[in-house]
C-alpha cells in the first residue's frame, strides 16, 4: 500500500493524495484495496501527483481504477481546468486523440452466429484495412481532408457510409465544435489522407460479442441489449493524423511554456494557457484530429455492417446492427460542471477514461436520458467487456467520468515474453474466440495477460459511483493489427 494514499472515509472506493510540495489540489484514485496494493508505487502515481501541479487545475488530480503510467497524465487520468487561468495540456490528452469505441447492436443471437464465427472474422479481415501504416480504399484531396476534419462522422455519412441515426448516438454527435483544419500540419494531412477507413495496430480491434449477463434488465431495455445478443465493437481513432497533430504541439507547448513562465515537475505536461493563441490553435487542432477519428469509426462501421451482411446473405438492416453509442477516450472537451457549488464552463481532459454523464443530462441522448449515457468498456480479446450507464455521482465527484477499459498490467515488451502467437491463438480458441491478426507481434502484445482483468476494474467503477453495471459481453471473434 502507497504511504502517499490515504482512504477517504465512508468511500470503500476513493483514495486522496494529500497536498504536498506545491501541488495545487490533492490527487484522488478510484479503485479498491486490491488495485491499490497492485499498484505500489508506480510511476502512475507520480504522474498523479504532477498533474496537481497545473495551474487553474481545479478540484483533484484524478485517476480512473485502470490507472497505469502514460506519457505525461497516467492513463486513466483525469483534470479539470479553468477557462479563465488554467492550461490546456497535449500529454492530458494523448498522442491518440479520440482513440474511442463504439457498440454496433444486432437481432442476431449466440447461436444464430456461432457456426459463423470463422467466416465473419475473415470477411471482416477482408474488408477492413488493418494493421501499421496500413492504407484504405478511401482517397482525400485536401479539400475533402478539410470537410472530413470540419466535419467529423457527418462527413462520412453524408457519403454513404453509415446510418442517419447514428450520429445521434454518438458523443458530440460524431464532431467537436471549434475544429479548424488550419491548425492542423501538412505533415498530419499526409499522415492522414490513405488512413481513413483503416483499423491501426496497438489495443485498436473489431470485435464480435455476445451479451452473456445483464445486471440491470430496465437500463438494458432502454439501451436495447438482451441475454445471448449478439454486439460487435469498433475500437479505433485518429491514426498517423492525430499522432501527428500531438507531436506537432508538444513542440509549440514546450516554447509556449517558458513564454508564459509556466513551471512544472514534468516536461511531458508542457502546456498553454487555454485562452492564449497557442492553446486556442491547439484545442483547434485536437477537435479537427478528433473529427477524423469519429469519421473513421463511422467508415469501419459501415465496412462492419457490409461485411455481416455479406458473409450471412442478409441485409444488415434486417439484423438489427444498430448503433448504440461511441464515446472518446482521449480527448479535452469544454464543458459544464459544478465546481464548489457554482455551474462554471471548465477545460476536462480525459487520457484514457470515458466520459460518463449521469441521468437527465442535456448532452445525454434523449432515448438514454432516465437511465444515463452508456459507458463502453473494452476488456481484452480472452475475456470480457462491459456496458455501464452514467451516474449523477460521476458529475459530482469525477467531473463525469469513469474508467475506459481494463489497462495494461504488461508492457508491450514484456506481454511478448509471456507467450508465443500459436500458443495464444489456441488459449483463445479454447476460449471460444477465433482471431486474426496482422501480426503475430501484434497479437501478443494485446494478450489477455498483458491487461488488468476488467471484471476488477469494472467492479471498482461500480463501487466508487461512477456508473452503473448493465451487461456483461464475452468475445467469439476478433480482428487485430
Known amino acids: 500500500m502507497s504511504p502517499r494514499l490515504q482512504q477517504v472515509q465512508g468511500e470503500k472506493c476513493r483514495w486522496v493524495m494529500p497536498q504536498a510540495d506545491g501541488m495545487r489540489v490533492p490527487g484522488i484514485i478510484f479503485a479498491t484495496e486490491e488495485i491499490i496494493e497492485d499498484l505500489g508505487e508506480t510511476k502512475a502515481l507520480d504522474q498523479v501527483k504532477n498533474v496537481a501541479y497545473l495551474p487553474g487545475i481545479l478540484v483533484a488530480s484524478m485517476a480512473m481504477p485502470d490507472i497505469h503510467e502514460g506519457y505525461g497524465f497516467p492513463i486513466g487520468g483525469v ?13 492530458g490528452i494523448g498522442y491518440d486523440i479520440n482513440c474511442g469505441v463504439r457498440l454496433l447492436l444486432s437481432d442476431l443471437v449466440r447461436k444464430d452466429v456461432e457456426k459463423h464465427i470463422e467466416s465473419l472474422v475473415e470477411k471482416m479481415f477482408e474488408k477492413i484495412p488493418t494493421g501499421v501504416g496500413r492504407e484504405g480504399p478511401i482517397r482525400l484531396s485536401r479539400k475533402e481532408m478539410d470537410e472530413v476534419l470540419e466535419k467529423g462522422a457527418a462527413w462520412a455519412l453524408e457519403r454513404g457510409y453509415g446510418w ?6 454518438s458523443e458530440e454527435h460524431g464532431g467537436m465544435k471549434g475544429a479548424d483544419p488550419g491548425a492542423v500540419s501538412d505533415k498530419a494531412y499526409k499522415r492522414g489522407k490513405a488512413e481513413l477507413g483503416t483499423l491501426g495496430s496497438g489495443n485498436h480491434f473489431i470485435e464480435i460479442s455476445y451479451v452473456e449477463t445483464i445486471y440491470e434488465p430496465g437500463v438494458a431495455d432502454a439501451f436495447g441489449l438482451f441475454k445471448d445478443q449478439v454486439v460487435f465493437w469498433v475500437h479505433s481513432g485518429s491514426r498517423g493524423l ?26 511531458q505536461l508542457d502546456s498553454a494557457p487555454v485562452s492564449s493563441p497557442e492553446g486556442k490553435r491547439y484545442f483547434a487542432a485536437m477537435a479537427a484530429a478528433a473529427n477524423y ?12 455492417r457490409q461485411a455481416v451482411g455479406e458473409s450471412l446473405g442478409k441485409d444488415p438492416e434486417s439484423l438489427g446492427m444498430r448503433l448504440l453509442y461511441d464515446v472518446a477516450h482521449n480527448i479535452g472537451k469544454i464543458e459544464e460542471h459544478l465546481v464548489e457549488g457554482k455551474k462554471m464552463k471548465v477545460m476536462v481532459h ?8 449521469g441521468p437527465g443530462h442535456r448532452d445525454v441522448p434523449e432515448r438514454f436520458r432516465n437511465v444515463g449515457q452508456p459507458v463502453l468498456i473494452p476488456g481484452d480479446m480472452g475475456r470480457a467487456s462491459y456496458v455501464l450507464a452514467g451516474t449523477e455521482k460521476a458529475m459530482e465527484v469525477s467531473f463525469g467520468s469513469a474508467c ?17 502467437a500459436e500458443d495464444l491463438k489456441r488459449e483463445l480458441s479454447s476460449r471460444g474466440v477465433f482471431v486474426r491478426s496482422a501480426t503475430a507481434k501484434g497479437l501478443v502484445e494485446e494478450s489477455p495477460w498483458a491487461y488488468k482483468d476488467v471484471d476488477e476494474v469494472v467492479e471498482a467503477t461500480a463501487c466508487a459511483g461512477l456508473a452503473r453495471k448493465v451487461a456483461r459481453l464475452r468475445p467469439m471473434g476478433v480482428i487485430k493489427g
Not at 442517419?164 to 448516438?169: A, G, M, P
Request: aromatic content about 8%.
Open 79 to 91: 483534470a479539470a481546468t479553468s477557462l479563465e487561468n488554467g492550461v490546456i495540456v497535449p500529454g
Open 164 to 169: 442517419k441515426e447514428d450520429l445521434e448516438y
Open 242 to 267: 492525430g499522432h501527428q497533430v500531438c507531436t506537432d504541439y508538444l513542440g509549440v507547448m514546450r516554447e509556449a511554456r517558458a513564454k508564459y513562465g509556466i513551471s512544472l515537475p514534468d516536461r
Open 293 to 304: 477519428a469519429w469519421a473513421n469509426r463511422q467508415v469501419l462501421s459501415h465496412y462492419v
Open 350 to 357: 480525459r487520457k484514457g477514461a470515458t466520459r460518463a454523464f
Open 404 to 420: 475506459h477499459g481494463a489497462g495494461r498490467a504488461l508492457s508491450r515488451t514484456q506481454a511478448k515474453k509471456t507467450v508465443s
